[in-house]
């Protein structure tokens, strides 16, 4: 708009100039000056066009800025923070934020101020600092995070996100009935329309374990064949290749991470493995791929897959990093070819 501002001012200019200069140039041949003409010239011109523009132009001229994006808006509760340092709703609200930017290391450290001005006592503080250690790594509730989610638990049972990485936590360690009592408890609390399912077959998966371990397989047969099948159902088959044009940008020693993605929904992959950059190769994906157990991919679902180059070795994309990305119908498309094509800004 500014740009066309000047556009518009200096058209008005030129225009002005091509009506005053003859009427107060001074040629013996012509009229006299008239300079007071001139400048009523140069007032209608710009006056009027001005308020003709103004009138008939469609530009709202009082509509709204346009709003901040999610970055920006962060960037300014975190320099809020820096002034109210002891704000323990704005430290949740920022390691929120944080989480859903996929800055899992900036939001363990709100989530960790939070819990520190709240003296322990905070569940959702605690949930979120286990939260963020097991995005950036699901080995962590084996360990720190698992062992913090059961403190938050005692603070507030009925913790929904708390629930859940509590079950995740006790699937990873073969607890299955205590899993599937936190999974069931967390059904019971009315979860959106769309978790619901993921929980629903998280139990029904356990079921089968529980009911494969106290009845004995029959020869030549496997109690997981059914959980198998499913996954074979749901898989997402990509081919990759890389751009002969960045090959120099990937490292033959940094690992290549392939993740599917819900477009619709921020927050951790559905799936992730790591591999070693070789191309071409054909990578699949399942359910059992998931980073968090109880989020995952299903048959029908519409989902991106990202295939990424880690110069730094770390799953966070970084700046430089190569990828290529596809859409992809789980359930339907085949084997989808990606071009690792592009460098991440």
């Known amino acids: ?95 929120r934020s944080y989480i859903v930017l996929e800055q899992y290391p900036l939001a363990l450290r709100s989530y960790q101020r939070a819990d520190r001005l709240a003296a322990g006592k905070n569940a959702e503080a605690l949930v979120g600092e286990a939260e963020s250690l097991t995005l950036s790594d699901e080995a962590a509730l084996d360990g720190p995070a698992g062992r913090i989610i059961e403190q938050a638990l005692v603070l507030d049972p009925n913790s929904g ?58 020869p030549g047969t496997s109690s997981s064949a059914p959980v198998a099948a499913n996954a074979g159902a749901a898989a997402v088959r990509v081919h990759i290749e890389l751009s002969p044009s960045l090959s120099k940008s990937a490292p033959d020693a940094a690992p290549l991470f392939v993740f599917v993605r819900d477009p619709a929904r921020p927050g951790p992959p559905l799936a992730a493995k790591r591999l070693a950059s070789r191309f071409p190769q054909t990578v699949e994906l399942t359910p059992s791929d998931s980073m968090v157990p109880g989020r995952a991919f299903a048959a029908g679902q519409k989902v991106q897959v990202v295939a990424r180059i880690a110069r730094s070795g770390n799953p966070m994309a970084g700046s430089g990093d190569p990828f290529g990305e596809a859409a992809y119908l789980v359930g339907k498309d085949g084997l989808v070819n990606i071009v690792i094509d592009h460098l991440t800004p």
């Open 161 to 218: 996100k708390g629930l859940f990485f509590g079950a995740a936590a006790a699937v990873r360690r073969g607890e299955l009935p205590l899993a599937r009592e936190r999974f069931t408890k967390l059904l019971a609390l009315n979860p959106p329309q769309a978790i619901r399912p993921i929980l629903e077959q998280q139990i029904a998966a356990i079921d089968q374990k529980l009911a494969g371990e106290s009845v004995p397989a029959s």
């Open 1 to 95: 708009m500014v740009t066309f501002i000047v556009l518009a001012a200096v058209l008005a200019l030129v225009g002005v100039a091509l009506v005053a200069i003859p009427l107060v140039r001074r040629d013996p041949k012509q009229l006299a000056p008239a300079p007071w003409a001139a400048l009523g010239a140069a007032a209608v011109l710009v006056v009027g066009s001005a308020i003709l523009y103004a009138s008939w132009s469609k530009w709202s001229w009082h509509a709204e800025p346009a709003a901040d994006s999610p970055q920006t808006m962060v960037a300014h509760l975190a320099r809020k923070l820096e002034r109210d340092p002891n704000d323990v709703n704005g430290w949740l609200l920022l390691g």
